[in-house]
């Protein structure tokens, strides 16, 4: 196994790092609809937890209006409940079988909650960067230790991992600093 080849194991789960933090922080409001604030809400359906999106379909009816075109008309009480319950500030109201959510105008306590929520993501996603940075340390000491490659190439392998770990830590800071602006956007 070659210095290269530890980066390319590792540099696959760096990228996934990225993806989970956006998949993250798509589902923190802005004070604008978007399906992906439903996201993380569970519906008690036929006995278990289901995700909204497998019992309706989400859409945007407006800036500030969220729609779920329920399946199962008797389901529409659950949904309604899930949505309320999820803790998002949310107030859906029932209409037939579609359930309507208006999305409120987020207050400047709010606001900065959220931001701290989205620069904890962001921290967290940094950690797990530095985790991915030493997993593979440890892989190129060991190789070393092994006889696989040189001092030389192992001290290459940490300043390429440095690299990339600076070129994803730049990528997080600079998405957070754009949802930020999207949060405070009145």
Same mark, same amino acid.
């Given at each position: 196994?070659?210095?290269?080849?530890?980066?390319?194991?590792?540099?696959?789960?760096?990228?996934?790092?990225?993806?989970?933090?956006?998949?993250?922080?798509?589902?923190?409001?802005?004070?604008?609809?978007?399906?992906?604030?439903?996201?993380?809400?569970?519906?008690?359906?036929?006995?278990?937890?289901?995700?909204?999106?497998?019992?309706?379909?989400?859409?945007?009816?407006?800036?500030?209006?969220?729609?779920?075109?329920?399946?199962?008309?008797?389901?529409?009480?659950?949904?309604?409940?899930?949505?309320?319950?999820?803790?998002?500030?949310?107030?859906?109201?029932?209409?037939?079988?579609?359930?309507?959510?208006?999305?409120?105008?987020?207050?400047?306590?709010?606001?900065?909650?959220?931001?701290?929520?989205? #620069?904890?993501?962001? @921290? !967290?996603? /940094?950690?797990?960067?530095?985790?991915?940075?030493? &997993? *593979?340390? %440890?892989?190129?000491? $060991?190789?070393?230790?092994? #006889?696989?490659?040189? @001092? !030389?190439? /192992?001290?290459?392998?940490?300043?390429?991992?440095? &690299? *990339?770990? %600076?070129?994803?830590? $730049?990528?997080?800071?600079?998405?957070?600093?754009?949802?930020?602006?999207?949060?405070?956007?009145?």
């Amino acid at each position: 196994m070659t210095v290269r080849d530890v980066i390319q194991k590792i540099e696959p789960r760096m990228k996934k790092t990225i993806e989970a933090f956006q998949h993250e922080i798509a589902s923190i409001r802005t004070g604008k609809a978007t399906t992906a604030l439903l996201d993380r809400v569970k519906v008690e359906a036929y006995g278990s937890q289901m995700p909204l999106k497998q019992v309706g379909n989400v859409g945007v009816l407006d800036v500030h209006t969220l729609s779920v075109q329920v399946w199962d008309k008797s389901m529409v009480g659950a949904v309604e409940r899930a949505i309320r319950d999820a803790n998002l500030g949310l107030n859906p109201s029932a209409d037939g079988q579609t359930v309507r959510i208006s999305i409120p105008p987020l207050t400047e306590e709010r606001r900065k909650e959220y931001v701290k929520l989205t #620069k904890k993501f962001g @921290e !967290d996603s /940094k950690v797990s960067l530095r985790n991915h940075r030493r &997993d *593979l340390i %440890h892989e190129l000491d $060991k190789l070393e230790k092994e #006889k696989a490659i040189s @001092e !030389d190439d /192992k001290n290459h392998g940490k300043k390429e991992a440095d &690299d *990339l770990v %600076h070129k994803y830590e $730049k990528k997080i800071t600079e998405m957070i600093a754009q949802k930020e602006k999207e949060i405070m956007e009145v």
